[in-house]
């Protein structure tokens, strides 16, 4: 189950952010959190996981702006190489929420990661919390 936990409400601590999983060659697993917080500077928090369960972080490379979801979510992921990740399907497109596959650079690999952006103003808007009972269609 994917779910999120914490002290207080995601509004009061964030503006929005972005994730992204990749599976590298060796069958390694990245993990890049792109958080823009309320209050202080952005921050970046990435990870490689070995499959053991061992992790090192290391340092994220340029975050690129991508074209915006259909809802206008706007999206951004690190790539090595100067430009933007290529989406190659977006899989899940809501007002406040964006899941796509990309190909991007990273440490080196040409890899096809999970993205994810959420805005979180517009996910406690009223209108948005309206529509929250029914389910968003998503496609396969």
Known sequence: MD??????PVEEGFKDWDWARC????GDTTVVYDVRPQIGPNRIIAQRFTRS???TPFTAPKRHTMPASG??????MCND??????IVSTLEDTPFYARSLLRT????EEVTAMHESLDIPRLVSLPVRLMLPWR???RA
């Open 23 to 26: 599976e590298m060659a060796n």
């Open 71 to 76: 809802w206008r979510i706007a999206r951004g």
């Open 53 to 55: 369960g061992n992790h």
């Open 136 to 138: 968003m269609p998503r």
């Open 3 to 8: 779910a999120n936990e914490g002290d207080e």
């Open 105 to 108: 650079t990273l440490l080196g």
């Open 81 to 86: 190489v100067n430009e933007p990740p290529t």
